[in-house]
């Protein structure tokens, strides 16, 4: 994976996932990814990451590494 997208930073209520492109915590069924333990944050934070590794990855196979049918 090229760059983390997510950090997980401590807070005074436990633990936090953050978008490291927008410095914002991370918003999953619009409820934000605060006040976790640190085990949950960074857990959190490796599934996003490969969820956006996936992502990236089956976009550009779709675009570029078309298979064909002859």
Do not use: C
């Not at 633990?15 to 069924?29: D, E, F, I």
């Not at 006040?35 to 570029?64: C, K, P, R, Y």
Request: aromatic content about 8%; cysteine-free; proline content about 6%.
């Amino acid at each position: 994976m090229p760059s983390r997208s997510y950090d997980v930073r401590k807070g005074r209520k436990g633990w936090s996932v953050y978008a490291s492109q927008t410095g914002k915590p991370v918003r999953l069924n619009g409820h934000p990814q605060i006040g976790l333990s640190l085990e949950t944050a960074a857990q959190l934070a490796a599934v996003l990451e490969v969820m956006d590794f996936l992502h990236a990855e089956n976009a550009s196979w779709m675009i570029t590494d078309r298979p064909t049918i002859h």
